[in-house]
């Protein structure tokens, strides 16, 4: 009797896992073909298939992991829709270039046109969900305003749809106000969060051309992920011609998304593909588990180090301790060995000799010093001549003060007083005349 793999419990996952792997090949094989009467097209290079349950958040603008996509790989996304006027003109331009996208739909634009949210469906490409009025500051809402605009969004695509079959349970809250309350929400919904790697800025007032090189120019700088972009925008009606364009010139690829069913099981990847920039496979720390905290026992008990083991001069340090009475029980060894080699007691290190050339003084250099010790020299005599000729002047002051304050002798009846030193000899100079003299001389040196 022959036993099939398949059977029993335990053959269910391998079934399932070549099921999948089946089912992704067949979808790659057919969106790798190219695109009928368009040659220069991009096409979808591969379908991938998520579970949003084992994911439930994605996108690096926001997150810290993202779609698992290889090298050059992108996913486009377009969000606001459907509005006729520009939502029709985008699904032309990409079956133009047989390139699949993911389509974030609001609940109030679909009621107002179920047929553009049909067109989408019919197209081949993924209807998900905006929320249903796309309030602007979503984080700011009372929670239960929050879980209404996401349960009644869904409630109006599903209707818009008109065959029975819901959207894909994919959300992007508008501006990506997201909260912690509405990401448990969605989680528990079984809905996958949606945000973005890089965004083009299309909602904004800017030009066509300004899209085309903001989504250019941050593809690059991450090299692949999930572009956002908006359907209901002229300016990107403009830019997406080029940009696709630009994207199979550069060699980059597009990938479709699609959620995993019952029938349709999720693509295999292993972690690290969720990650954008994951560690390389040669870093040790690729390999090691994420440990968040240490558990100890108790205090750990560290082994005390030896005196011998802190100086080789101090190797007997406490035998002496001991001798006097103040010992105190150590180990007789560390655990760790000596990593130092001392030299014995009383050998002198010999150092080398310095080499005479070092303290010859350069030929420049002597002149040099020879130079500025005669100016020096030349200073200082023209100083000390300064202050002779200074000298040489306040003498001369000096004795033109007396004789110009001599007076001849008065008679007894006058009142008036000679000055000191009327008689023969000269008078002493004042000290007055003395400062005076000084702070000439002072002047005249400088």
């Not at 009025?133 to 209707?159: C, W, Y």
């Not at 002496?320 to 105190?328: I, L, P, Q």
Request: aromatic share 4%; charged share 20%.
């Amino acid at each position: 009797m022959i036993v099939s793999v398949f059977e029993g419990p335990r053959a269910r996952p391998w079934a399932a896992l070549c099921m999948g792997a089946l089912a992704c090949l067949t979808v790659q094989t057919a969106s790798a073909a190219k695109c009928p009467g368009h040659p220069d097209a991009i096409g979808t290079s591969r379908t991938i298939v998520v579970d949003p349950r084992a994911h439930p958040v994605i996108g690096t603008m926001q997150y810290g992991k993202t779609l698992p996509l290889e090298d050059r790989e992108v996913v486009l996304t377009f969000d606001d829709g459907p509005l006729p006027k520009y939502s029709n003109q985008i699904l032309d331009i990409l079956a133009a270039h047989c390139a699949k996208a993911t389509f974030f739909l609001v609940g109030s634009q679909a009621n107002a046109n179920p047929e553009g949210v049909r067109k989408v469906r019919d197209a081949g490409h993924t209807v998900a969900t905006h929320t249903q009025n796309h309030p602007g500051g979503m984080d700011r809402l009372p929670f239960d305003r929050s879980k209404q605009e996401i349960e009644q969004g869904i409630a109006s695509v599903t209707a818009a749809l008109g065959d029975g079959t819901a959207p894909a349970p994919f959300l992007r809250i508008p501006g990506l106000r997201r909260t912690n309350e509405i990401e448990e929400f969605a989680a528990s919904k079984g809905l996958q969060l949606w945000s973005a790697d890089f965004p083009a800025d299309d909602w904004r007032d800017v030009s066509a051309a300004r899209v085309y090189e903001l989504a250019l120019k941050r593809l690059e700088a991450k090299g692949k992920g999930i572009l956002l972009l908006h359907d209901i925008q002229p300016r990107t009606v403009t830019a997406l011609p080029r940009i696709l364009s630009e994207l199979k010139a550069r060699g980059y690829r597009i990938v479709h998304v699609v959620p995993a069913t019952p029938e349709r099981p999720a693509t295999p990847t292993e972690p690290r593909q969720w990650q954008l920039r994951p560690p390389s496979e040669v870093m040790a720390i690729s390999r090691w588990p994420k440990v968040s905290k240490f558990a100890a026992a108790g205090p750990a008990a560290l082994p005390v180090p030896a005196l011998s083991n802190l100086d080789w001069h101090t190797a007997d340090a406490g035998a002496h301790a001991r001798r006097r009475g103040r010992g105190v029980p150590l180990p007789p060894a560390t655990p760790w060995p000596r990593q130092t080699s001392l030299p014995p007691a009383g050998k002198l290190a010999a150092l080398p000799i310095p080499a005479e050339s070092i303290f010859k003084i350069p030929e420049s250099t002597s002149v040099a010093m020879l130079a500025l010790s005669a100016r020096r020299t030349t200073s200082i005599a023209q100083v000390r001549s300064t202050e002779v000729s200074s000298a040489s002047l306040a003498g001369k002051s000096r004795r033109h003060d007396r004789a110009a304050t001599a007076q001849p002798p008065t008679s007894a009846g006058q009142t008036a007083q000679a000055p000191e030193g009327a008689s023969g000899t000269a008078p002493k100079p004042t000290a007055q005349a003395k400062r005076r003299s000084v702070r000439v001389a002072g002047l005249k040196k400088r």
